[in-house]
């Protein structure tokens, strides 16, 4: 079975350009979560789907970060315009059972961002 | 919401050794996940242990749900068993995971 896919691995921006990761996530998995890593800390969450609604973004700087997650399946994560503390990894991670404390999340190899 | 915290925040091992990776929270919790974020960032998934002991090779876990802790230890380290190991526990029943700070593991040969 796949795994959760991530693109790109890897990218490079100055402050207050965009940038849009993306995620495919296992096969059937029908929550979808977006987290952010930054060095040194365990990873927080930013955005949760479950099929294409949003269930938590509490924790999104919706002045800049946005995403979307359409037909319920790939989403994409955009930030506009990115600061020098948005350098981190962004993971993606899914979820087979919806809305379930007792599901395993499996993680994508996430995305680096570094912003200069 | 709940909290996690782990100790010790590093750990240096000579090849070969034992060690125990703890986890306290500040809550009751229905799921508890150990994770291990490889040199290259990947977080792989090593247990889904809410409560009782499960092994899986070199690793075991422990969950007492009841005290609020969870062990993770590793036998026999390897230098290939580096890195970054986490524990996390659900926010609520919304299913997003609350990460503890992590526990650096550096194995030496």
């Known amino acids: 079975e796949a795994g959760v896919a991530q693109s790109p691995r890897y990218k490079i921006i100055e402050k207050r350009q965009s940038v849009a990761f993306w995620c495919n996530p296992i096969?059937?998995?029908?929550?979808l979560y977006w987290y952010q890593q930054i060095l040194g800390q365990g990873p927080k969450l930013l955005i949760q789907f479950q099929n294409n609604g949003v269930v938590d973004d509490s924790q999104l700087p919706k002045d800049r970060f946005s995403a979307e997650r359409l037909k319920g399946v790939d989403s994409t994560l955009k930030i506009q315009p990115a600061k020098l503390e948005d350098s981190a990894v962004y993971l993606c991670?899914?979820?087979?059972?919806?809305?379930?404390?007792?599901?395993?999340?499996?993680f994508g190899p996430g995305t680096r961002l570094l912003v200069l | 919401g709940i909290q996690v915290e782990q100790s010790p925040p590093d750990l240096i091992l000579q090849e070969g050794a034992n060690s125990t990776l703890r986890c306290n929270f500040s809550?009751?919790?229905?799921?508890l996940q150990w994770f291990h974020q490889n040199p290259w960032g990947q977080l792989i998934n090593l247990f889904y242990i809410p409560s009782g002991t499960k092994q899986n090779g070199r690793l075991s876990a422990t969950t007492v749900a009841t005290e609020r802790y969870s062990l993770l230890y590793i036998s026999s380290s390897q230098t290939t068993d580096s890195g970054v190991y986490f524990c996390?526990?659900?926010?609520?029943?919304?299913?997003?995971?609350?990460f503890g700070q992590g526990t650096e593991l550096s194995v030496k040969p």
């Open positions: 096969s059937g998995h029908a929550t």
């Open positions: 991670a899914s979820s087979l059972v919806p809305h379930s404390y007792q599901e395993t999340q499996y």
């Open positions: 996390a526990a659900p926010y609520n029943q919304g299913g997003k995971l609350i």
């Open positions: 809550d009751s919790v229905n799921n």
